[in-house]
């Protein structure tokens, strides 16, 4: 991959779930080491996007290309979904959850070896839960889980990282922890996309941004882009605050 080969390229892309819901008119690049904040009310289509550049949701027009490719995308993507799916009761490590982000790289019939071990702690170091590995994961706290389920995505080497609302539930010290973590993995050049509500943190960690409601409304640098008069027409009816040079976008359903 050249330098100037974005990670991910869409071009007039939409994901469209079978019944017909779904996000479109997408054009966007983020390149390695920069992070795209996608933001929109509840509904915009932001897990859609996110789960489409998974391929999990079908891309029904234009283009999509990872790492330049339009195939073959599988390994290079991390995902941090937007609610901890493990059952909490289940009898594993921390170090066994984040091991799970190996399996896909190991292929059939390899165990864990040296190597994917040192990626485990390394992983584990990152996200600040060096010191936990052998505790049960479902003794951890919420942001705890949430910091491991992260680990679990870096321990898969990915070029790309989503995040579907990471900073939901989280309190100060897991915010500000995942804040650091974000940005050790841009200067690594991973390119980072986090979808969210927290307009602060899109300034704190984001270079670029994406706005949708159903459709791609603006996308750009975090300046040009998180206007007060663009995210009104994007939150189109919520009360949204302008506090110094702050967006303030208040809490809503759920949030
Ligand atoms: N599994 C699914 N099957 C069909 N339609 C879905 C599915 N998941 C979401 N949708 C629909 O797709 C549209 C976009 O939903 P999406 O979850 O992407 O929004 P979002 O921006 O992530 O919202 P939120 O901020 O509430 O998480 C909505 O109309 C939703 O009802």
Known sequence: ??????????????????????????????APGEALAVIGPNGAGKSTLLRGILG???????????????????????????????DPDFPISLAQVVMQGRYRRLGLFRWPGRRDRQLVREALETVGLADRADRRFGELSGGQRQRGLLARALA????????????????QANREALVDTLRTLKARGVAVIVSTHDLELAREVCDTVLLVNGTQLSCGPVDDVLTLSNVQE?????EVEIDEHTLV????EGH
């Open 234 to 238: 994007c939150f189109d009816g919520v």
């Open 156 to 171: 898969s080497e990915p070029s790309l990282l989503l995040l579907d609302e990471p900073f939901n539930g989280l309190d």
């Open 1 to 30: 991959m050249s330098a100037t080969t974005p990670v991910l390229r869409l071009r007039d892309a939409a994901f469209r779930y079978p019944g017909g819901a779904g996000v479109s008119d997408l054009s966007v690049d983020v």
């Open 249 to 252: 976008v208040p809490d809503h």
């Open 56 to 86: 999990l949701v079908p891309l029904v027009a234009g283009d999509m290309q990872v790492d330049g490719r339009t195939n073959d995308a599988d390994g290079m993507i991390g995902f941090l979904p937007q609610s901890a799916e493990l």
